[in-house]
């Protein structure tokens, strides 16, 4: 499909690993998100039945839906907050990501000084302002989320990146420069160039249990959480609103909506974003010779710099194992805007990262996978977050976070509820609240974008980093990504 040129260290790897020992790594691998997979689960909770008088409206229950309910009781404690989950609570992109809490609200610097260079230093300011306050708000409700501040390690994987990461941390108090021995001294991967630490920009959590603990607050606060009731309309009743719901009828004079990669119920926005498939594995429990190997004393997150990165972590399970998650690098778009369980299982992906993991860490042959898993999150083309009011100010919208949900969430989840104020704020008049990235097409120019799309970032990878001809036009219409 691509054209060639100068294989990258992750095309060798692909090339250079034993299909058998990707074979014997998937093997035992269960097709279920690790982070769901727990005996401590909650039970679902109750679905809608009849109608139901609210303030406040919410349809999804992950990240955003369950900031925005329980913030909202926070300013109000008499407001009554109603949540409409068409699953379970945190079953989707909030139970299925990394676990990465980033401050940046803009998909990184570069990113938000393309397509909102007069507010990048204050996006930053609230950004860091919103990571500090989820901490505080998961202290303040003792939400067990194994919220744990370590940072991130970005590290080079090609030669041509080594001074990409010089120049971007340089000046930079808050980043560390490693050269190759010192950041292989940290994490032992003869692929790792160089790196740049950062130990105050992400906080790594566990999935779902962010989500499970912020649905207990939200009930703690008087939330009424309605599980698998899927809202099918959205409807104008003068002073109301109306969502009709499977199981009954929820009616307030304020909705907010965080469906996200799921098609919006403002139909205007449905060409907005499209759902991307992310997927990850899961290692089992690492012995302790097995994690001497590797070192990563710090624990930190770590990214490489290609435009299909990785990501990887470590974890630590219930019963005090330690595990390794590596994700990202396939991001896959299926015709249509379609959104499929069928689609949370890619075996070619599957194969792909197991064969990246093993030439990454080579000490750690003998480790398998214990669970391998995807699942859709929202982009739109400025890769991040969009917002907007709708019906005189009753319905407030936010979606396109493209990875950035963990922390970027409550942000958005703050905007909605000022939004639905009524009242004019320092977020609401924030270009990035204004302003709404470009659509995409309907299909198949959509699909035959992506395609492209896709086909330009891997030259460039093999290419020293550098845009072609289709990279550079999206980028001078508005539609580029720069992290």
Known sequence: MFPPGTPTSFDLAERRVPAALVDAGLGGAAPVPYWLDRADRPEAGPRLAGSVRADLAVVGAGYTGLWTALMAKERDPDRRVVVLEGGRVGW????????????????????GARHLPRETGR???????????????????GID?????????????????????????????????????????????????????????????HPSKLAWGLAEACRDAGVEIFENTPVRALADHGADMVLRADGGVVRAPRVALATNAFPSLLRRHRLRTVPVY?????????????????????????????????????TVDAAGGRRILIGGYDAVYHYGRSLHGGHDQNPATFRRLAAHFYALFPQLEEVRFSHRWGGAIDTCSRFFSFFDASHAGKVAYCAGFTGLGVGASRFGANVMLDLLSGERTELTDLELVRRKPLPFPPEPAAWLGVRATTAALVRADRNGGRRGPLLKALDAVGMGFDS
């Open 123 to 141: 996006l930053a300011e609230l950004g860091r302002r919103n990571l500090a306050e989820i901490g505080e708000s998961v202290a303040r409700h």
């Open 92 to 111: 989707a992109a909030s139970g299925r990501n990394g676990g990465f809490c980033e401050f940046s609200l803009t998909h990184g610097d570069a990113n």
């Open 278 to 314: 992310d997927y990850a594995l899961m290692t089992e429990p690492l012995t302790d010779a097995q994690l001497a190997a590797i070192g990563w004393a710090g624990g930190e997150g770590i990214a490489d710099l290609n435009n299909r990165f990785h990501y990887l972590r470590p």
């Open 145 to 205: 989320c194994d919220y744990s501040p370590v940072g991130t390690l970005t590290v080079a994987t090609e030669e041509h990146q080594v001074a990409w990461l010089a120049e971007d941390s340089a000046g930079d108090p808050a980043s560390e420069f490693l050269d190759g021995p010192a950041v292989r001294a940290e994490v032992a991967s003869e692929l790792f160039l160089a790196g740049v630490r950062d130990r105050t920009g992400t906080v790594l959590v």
